[in-house]
């Protein structure tokens, strides 16, 4: 099931009902993640490029998805969205 939207005239415009739909384009990649090296307990930057900005993003690793917090610190701006993760452990990998 796709995502739409609806617009409906104001009764006062007219007394037919006209339905316009349209459908937003998923965003996409224009730069992938790409493999970072950091030491332990240190922290580490995954950065990726979109062709929307300010596109949805959620980060995951495997099945979880990631939130904000002590751990993890999300940025986006513009098609840019990055990832920081704090206090790296061999598990983050």
Partial sequence: NSPST???????CSRSK????????????KQELQDTEAEEGGTATLRCELTKPKALVEWRKGDVTLYPGLK???????????????????EDS
Avoid: N
């Fill in 18 to 29: 006209s339905y316009f739909y349209f459908i937003a384009l998923p965003a996409l990649f």
């Fill in 72 to 90: 993890y610190e999300m940025r986006q701006q513009g098609c840019a969205a990055e990832l920081v993760i704090y206090d790296l452990e061999v």
């Fill in 6 to 12: 609806s617009f409906f005239p104001s009764p006062s």
